[in-house]
Every structure is written in C-alpha cells, then in structure tokens.
C-alpha cells in the first residue's frame, strides 16, 4: 500500500498479490484498482480482482465492475442483482439505514451511478453529520466549489472551513491539507500553516514538500511561510522525501534549487535528513481517495 498511495501501483501489483491470494479483500480492491490504472481501463486481471472483492460485498469494487461493462463484455453479473450498481445498492442501504456512515458514504457514489445525485449527496451530508471524516472531507470540497447556497463567498469560505475541521480534527489526513489552503485563502495564515505541519508530520508528500520550500525559501513560496529560510532543513526535506519517495516533485526541488545551497550544507542537509526525516514518521503518501478516478 506504501507504493500503490504513492502512485507507483506496477511496483504495487506483486506486493498486493501475496495478500490478495491470502484472502485480504482490501488487497484483492487495489490489486484491481492498480491492474485498470496501470492499464487506463478494465482488464481480464483487474475484472478478477474486483470479483473477488465484490465476493465479499465491496461496493466500490462492484461500481468498478460496472463502469467497467463487466456483464456486458465480460458476462459476469451478479445473479440476485439486476447489475452491479443494483447489488451495490441492495448491499448498503440497510447498513446505511442501520446507521453505517461508511455504507452512507458508499451510497453517495452508488446514487451517483444511478443518476440520482440529490439523494446521493442526502447520504453524503448524512454521512458527515454523524461524523464520517471522509464524508465531512468530500463534503467540504463541494461546497468549496460551489454545493450548495449560501448567501456570500464568506459564507460558503466559512461551511468548507467547518467541514474541513471537523475531519482533521479526527486525523484524516487530507482534510489537514484542504484546511491549510482554505485558511491561507482567507488569510489566515498563522493557523494554516500549523495544519500544513501537521499535514506534513501526517505523512501527506505535498504538504512535506511544501514545508521544505517553505523553510529552502520563503520569500518565494508567499505569504503562507511564517518560518525565517533554513536551507539546510529545507535540503534536508526534500533529501528525504525523493529517498524515501523518488517522487518527481522531490526530484525537481532539488534539481531546481541546487545551485542555491553549498556543498557543505547539503552534506549538513543530507546528515539532518537521517537524523530527524528518513525512516521517523509514518510514510509518506499522495493519500488517494479508494474510489478516485
């Protein structure tokens, strides 16, 4: 999982496979998902992979196999279910209606399969309400982007930041960045930038890389960085993150800005990397959603 939430879901297939084989019904999802991103589109790999985590009443491994024409290029439909979107359905809306916020949040993108999207987004904001952090994340980008009315751009700045808050404050990692972004938007940057570092220190790539600029050069990154420059921790951030990653976003940092720190000090950087970065946290991720794109 620490390859395929960094994108590198090729390096991810052999790895997921050895838990997949042993019933893992989450390995036999992202086995799935990485064989139809790798390949961009349904293969005979990932449709065996998402039978087998439908087998154990994965929703989202069910939308797959729908979107993916399984019953119609692959024959293989579910046999107490007009189709996949449908036993999706049957399979969540009683856990939904028994008060499971993960069936709720579920239901928002089996009802956007379905062409509903007004009741989808009903379970959504149900979700959240009874405290779903993903849902609260997800609800919160929504009305970012324009969910919902609310009578002035204050108003509808202050709903995201709400929902952003309710689900950091449970830990959900990229709603820690969200919230950083929205409070920088509104500037209020002293409180963003302290949910950037927890964001960072949470193990989110973007977030540790631009804490890194931040410290490398903050005059250049904008008002956001409230940190005096430190290029050796800065060098020492990005040392870390494109070993521990290989990312091409850490790559470029250090590329672009090698010529702005001396040998010496990337020698100090590379030394503090050890010390305070490489192999201390959780790993580093891209955080992507389970049922993304």
Sequence with gaps: MIDYNLGYVVDAIPKLE???????????????????????GMTSDALEWYLKA???????AMLRLWGGGACVAGDECPEDAEGWREKALAEQL?????????????????????????????????AANEGNPEAQHRLSTMIRDGYGFYWSDSRRSDAAIEWARKAAEQDYVPAMNTLFALLSNIGDVKEGWSWLVK????????????????????????????????????????????HETGSNAS???????????????????????????????????????????
Aim: some cysteine; hydrophobic content about 35%; aromatic content about 12%.
């Design 18 to 40: 050895v838990a997949a084989e042993a019933g893992d019904m989450e390995a036999m999802y992202y086995l799935g998902e990485s064989h139809r991103i790798t390949h961009m």
């Design 251 to 293: 790559q470029s940092l250090l590329r672009l800005n090698r010529d702005d720190i001396t040998y010496e000090e990337r020698q100090e950087a590379e030394e503090l990397a050890e010390d305070e970065w490489l192999g201390h946290g959780p790993p580093l991720s891209n955080f992507p959603p389970k049922y993304g794109f």
């Design 199 to 242: 964001a960072s220190e949470a193990g989110f790539l973007d977030a540790r890389l631009n804490v890194g600029s931040c410290y490398f050069s903050p005059g250049v990154r904008g008002d956001f960085c409230i940190v005096e420059q430190d290029k050796v921790k800065g060098w020492a951030i990005f040392y870390a993150a494109e």
């Design 94 to 126: 009683p856990r939904a209606e028994d008060g499971d916020t993960e069936a709720m949040l579920a239901l928002y993108y089996i009802y956007g399969a379905l062409d509903d999207s007004d009741e989808g987004n009903e379970w959504l904001e149900r």
């Design 54 to 60: 439908a087998e154990h009443n994965d929703p989202y």
